[in-house]
């Protein structure tokens, strides 16, 4: 995995859980060649592959989101433990458990990661999981389900039991409503969810090296940038120290009156389309360690994040490759 050196169990800040979640969503656990790891003596099935009982069914399936901060829950359990799962576009997974919270047994380990302490926490492929429950919607099992502790992550919210990930919603886009708190999934095209709508912005988006990241060419001011969006995150601005003088010079970043450290991004457009200011972002004079794994080469990456989704409703269309943003 990539390295959680920066990883601290039970911190939270933003800096902190978006460290976690590089570490654990977006790398390939580490294997070790002749050990209990190794992937020639059990082949590691793509995140696709995993809990494949874990999917969504019927024309529209609409679930109540529970916001935590800038995080959004889905109340369910899982084997009986009750608690919330992430609904998080970062991971790719259909389903995946924080076994801090929710003892399995019998988990193939795949790989491991670290914690701030320089403690190790084993990466597990779990054979079966009984009893899921993702709001309103029941599973009576799931199979090959990856585990991990992910004690850190509780510092969020105590009864934190794991990600609902991108493919529990292949085949379906999701309109994402911070304010009613509600996500509703669409079987159908743009005149099954924008029906009612009032459209401000229709945004193509690419994917790369995963499937379940949209990427988007964009600008702040002068400066060219790759947007990423992702609802498991606050969002941030990673580019260089000369790229953050020049905006702190031309006043597209300025310091904020809502958080220390943190700053507030003006001049963004994508698409052609000028967006609002997103306030109290962090920004870094840092790659980000997620832009391998995506596939994003350029040097000025900003994530989009609840700082922007939480100022309209949205609508992730994977198939249509579109993000709109409509009238909250």
């Known amino acids: 995995m990539l390295s959680t050196d920066k990883c601290p169990v039970r911190a939270w ?100 990661g670290h914690f701030g302490s320089g403690e190790t926490f084993a990466v597990r492929l779990v054979p079966e999981l009984m009893a899921i429950r993702i709001g309103a919607l029941h599973f009576a099992r799931a199979t090959t389900v990856q585990a991990q502790d ?84 606050y969002g941030s601005l990673f580019t260089d120290a000369a790229g953050k003088a020049a905006l702190l010079r031309s006043r597209h970043l300025t310091v904020s009156s809502d958080r220390e450290g943190a700053y507030d991004l003006a001049g963004l457009e994508l698409a052609g389309q000028s967006l609002p200011i997103i306030s109290a972002m962090e920004v870094e004079a840092a790659r980000s360690p997620a832009a391998v794994p995506i596939g994003i080469n350029e040097p000025h990456l900003l994530t989009i994040g609840y700082g922007l989704l939480r100022q309209y409703k949205t609508v992730w269309d994977y198939r249509g490759k579109r993000i709109y943003l409509l009238a909250p």
């Not at 529209?60 to 959004?72: A, F, R």
């Not at 084997?79 to 998080?88: E, I, Q």
């Not at 379906?172 to 459209?199: C, H, I, N, Q, W």
């Not at 401000?200 to 990423?228: V, Y």
């Open 13 to 112: 800040t933003r800096r902190a859980v978006r460290k976690c979640w590089n570490a654990m969503l977006l790398a390939i656990p580490a294997l070790v060649p002749g050990s209990a790891v190794d992937a020639s003596a059990q082949t590691v099935p793509p995140k696709s592959q995993r809990a494949p009982e874990v999917r969504l069914a019927g024309e529209t399936v609409s679930l109540p989101i529970v916001m935590v901060g800038e995080y959004p829950f889905i109340e369910g359990s899982v084997a009986g433990v009750k608690g919330k799962l992430m609904l998080d576009t970062g991971a790719e997974q259909a389903l995946a458990i924080n076994d801090h919270r929710v003892p399995v047994a019998k988990g193939r380990t795949i790989g491991t």
């Open 150 to 233: 992910a004690r850190q992550l509780e510092g969020i919210t105590p009864d934190f039991l794991g990600w609902l990930g991108h493919h529990a919603w292949a085949g379906y886009a999701m309109k994402l409503d911070y304010r009613a708190s509600r996500a509703t999934f669409y079987k159908g095209g743009p005149g099954a969810y924008l029906k009612g709508e009032r459209v401000i912005a229709e945004l193509p988006f690419e994917t790369r090296k995963l499937p379940n990241h949209p990427l988007m060419p964009g600008r702040i001011g002068g400066m060219a940038i790759i947007a990423a969006w992702d609802t498991g995150q």
